[in-house]
């Protein structure tokens, strides 16, 4: 069964960036779409950026322009890069399959402070 952990999250600043990245233990990066997800408290775990198979990622607008994903297939691992954070991505952010099958991750904890 496919295990992912997730790490690289922490506090920082409103505008200050995080790379966060998603190891997964078998091959999901490329055998079907994946994504990133995040709640935040008292929220909803929802899809904020999709890499679908051949095609260029889609985010959603609430981070769009800011963050970007990408995939090392050497190291099966899937990273995002967040810039210009804001205290609206405080959350905890997960990586999964999209849609979601696979058991999902620890998650790493966002918090942006004003």
């Known amino acids: 069964q496919v295990q992912l952990v997730e790490s690289g999250g922490g506090l920082v600043h409103t505008g200050e960036s995080l790379r966060l990245s998603c190891a997964a233990s078998?091959?999901?990066?490329?055998?079907?779409?994946v994504g990133w997800y995040r709640q935040a408290p008292g929220g909803t775990r929802d899809l904020i950026v999709t890499?679908?198979?051949?095609?260029?990622?889609v985010t959603s607008d609430s981070v769009k322009g800011r963050f970007t994903p990408s995939i090392d297939h050497a190291a099966n691992t899937m990273t995002l890069q967040m810039n210009f954070l804001k205290p609206d991505d405080t959350a905890t952010y997960y990586c999964?399959?999209?849609?979601?099958?696979?058991?999902w991750g620890q998650g790493t904890r966002v918090t942006v402070s004003a």
């Open positions: 999964n399959a999209m849609p979601p099958r696979i058991a």
């Open positions: 078998g091959d999901i990066f490329t055998r079907s779409a």
């Open positions: 890499l679908p198979r051949g095609h260029p990622p």
